[in-house]
């Protein structure tokens, strides 16, 4: 037999299954892609890729000699039984007790009934949209946003609105038009999400005022708003704005009356590995997380949490010190490269802190199309800006991210993308 007509029959069985099933799927699935983002990292296997596609820690910091010993320690210890059996939905009570401590030196006042841990703030994330989102409600996210919310939220069929942080209308205003919208599509706003600090995908930082003019916006709207709040701690220089969760208690008084649902993970600081996240917010809120928990994954793993602690209690500070430096170099090295090497007519961010830079290029270029000839050709990835864009738009964006590359790559890959977009506006002139 032919290989290539056995060939041929195995992708027409496949074919043919992959239909079969997607007429059994609920039609809630058609709302899932797969993310840009992870299908980009798989060219981080290929050692000749320069890649500033995956926002990704670097591993060399991560504390692999201190992790090690504590799980050798709780291992061999007499908490070693419960550290390896199931636990309480709500999360190893020594680890959030040091949230709470922790949330309270960022200015947010909260008890242990106010804190959840989540297997990542990704899965904060989804609890979150779970719990709030029917099929067509509106959810309010910046253009461009995080993808990985996007992902979270979509499932749920909302339709998506711009949050209008950039406004200086009154918050009566911008809610009447939200509502306005959203009554024009059969829909109401239901729930809003952002990354105030040096944020995925942009790098951007939104300053006090527009802080409070967000929660003007929540207060008006009467919804809750997510603050996703994975890179606060990675700040190089500037201001450390308060977190909106903090700015709003000062308001109400008690976290008990505040809308905010503070979204804060382990995995840019220490490690991503151990998948260790958590929710600061009304302890109502937080009850109805822990019964999603519990029919989602009961608990988040115990040994994970237990030596999290550890690490917490032990190394944090270091560690985000550690993240700032290293990431700090990298940076100033891309905006460094960025400055020499793009032609005329490509801008890009200045971030603060963070993991990104964001690329506008002129309208005419496709990020999208010129990634597979950078990739080809240059070997260089990065990820499309449309992937962070509800509606697909901002196709002649790029989001860079600096955290995984040397400085020395970092030049010669801006070097080699530099000399390919000009190449491109060069032939378009």
């Given amino acids: 037999m032919n290989p290539n007509d056995d060939r041929e029959s195995q992708q027409g069985d496949a074919a043919r299954n992959e239909a079969l099933w997607q007429q059994r799927f609920g039609e809630r699935s058609e709302r899932m892609r797969a993310s840009e983002i992870r299908e980009l990292l798989k060219l981080l296997d290929q050692p000749d890729v320069i890649s500033f596609a995956g926002g990704i820690p670097d591993a060399a910091l991560f504390p692999q000699a201190e992790i090690a010993s504590a799980y050798q320690a709780i291992l061999a210890g007499p908490d070693a039984g419960a550290a390896l059996q199931y636990s309480v939905s709500e999360g190893y009570r020594p680890l959030r007790e040091w949230i709470v401590r922790h949330m309270r030196a960022l200015g947010v006042p909260c008890g242990i009934d106010n804190i959840v841990i989540t ?232 971030p603060e802190g963070g993991m990104f830079i964001w690329l506008t290029l002129p309208p005419h270029l496709d990020a999208t199309i010129l990634l597979a000839e950078a990739v080809t050709s240059e070997r260089i990835a990065y990820v499309p800006g449309g992937a962070f864009f509800p509606d697909g738009s901002g196709r002649n964006t790029a989001r860079l991210s600096f955290s995984s590359a040397s400085p020395a790559r970092i030049e010669e890959g801006i070097s080699r993308l530099g000399r390919l977009i000009a190449g491109k506006i060069a032939k378009a002139a």
């Avoid at 709030?132 to 979270?152: E, I, N, S």
């Avoid at 059969?186 to 967000?214: I, M, Q």
């Avoid at 996703?228 to 990675?234: E, I, T």
């Avoid at 009850?287 to 989602?296: F, P, T, Y």
């Fill in 119 to 350: 297997s990542g703030s990704q899965q904060a994330l989804d609890f979150i949209a779970k719990l709030f989102l029917m099929q067509g409600d509106t959810a309010l996210v910046t253009w461009p946003t995080y993808l990985g919310a996007l992902q979270a939220l979509n499932p749920y069929e909302p339709r998506y609105d711009k949050l209008p942080i950039d406004s200086n209308e009154p918050a009566s205003a911008l809610a009447a038009a939200v509502i306005d919208r959203a009554r024009a599509a059969g829909s109401r706003p239901r729930l809003a999400y952002l990354v105030p600090d040096v944020s995925n995908p942009t790098g951007r930082t939104l300053d006090r005022a527009g802080r409070e003019r967000l929660l003007d916006l929540i207060d008006a709207l009467d919804i809750p708003l997510i603050e996703d709040a994975a890179y606060q701690a990675l700040r190089f220089e500037g201001t450390h704005e308060p977190s909106l969760l903090a700015l709003e208690i000062a308001r109400r008084g008690d976290i008990e009356q505040t809308r905010t649902l503070y979204c804060g993970t382990f995995s840019k600081t220490l490690v991503p590995g151990l998948r260790v996240g958590w929710i600061c917010a009304a302890a109502p809120v937080v009850s109805k997380i822990v019964l999603i928990k519990q029919a989602g994954d009961l608990h988040s793993a115990t040994i994970n949490q237990m030596v999290t602690h550890r690490l917490a209690e032990s190394v944090y500070a270091a560690q985000v010190e550690k993240a700032c430096a290293a990431y700090g170099t990298r940076r100033d090295a891309m905006l460094d490269a960025l400055g020499r090497h793009m032609p005329k007519g490509v801008e890009w961010t200045v």
